[in-house]
C-alpha cells in the first residue's frame, strides 16, 4: 500500500471522524438535557458538583469513543467495498 493511500485514508477516516464526532456531542448534549432537565455541566464550574462533572465526563467518553469505534468500522469497510483493499491501519 503506497503513501498516497494512506494520506488518502487518514483524510478519509478523520472527516468523517470530525462530523460523527459533532454530531454526536450534540446528541449528549441534548440526551443529557432530556435526561436531567438541565444544561450539561462544565466541569470547571466551581458551582459543579463533582459527582455531575464526573457524570458529565463518563457518559461524554462513553459516547465518543462509542461513536469513533462504529465509524472507523463502517469506513473500513466502505474503505475495502470501494477501494478494494483493507484500509492501511488494517495490518
Known sequence: MGP????FWKLYVGVIGA???IA???LLKAGWK???G???PKPTDPDTPVSTALSWALASAI???VTQLITQRIAARHWQKEIGTENP???
Open 4 to 7: 498516497t493511500q494512506t494520506v
Open 19 to 21: 462530523v460523527t464526532t
Open 24 to 26: 454526536a456531542q450534540r
Open 34 to 36: 432530556l435526561v436531567t
Open 38 to 40: 438541565d444544561e450539561p
Open 63 to 65: 459516547g465518543i469513543t
Open 89 to 91: 491501519n488494517a495490518s
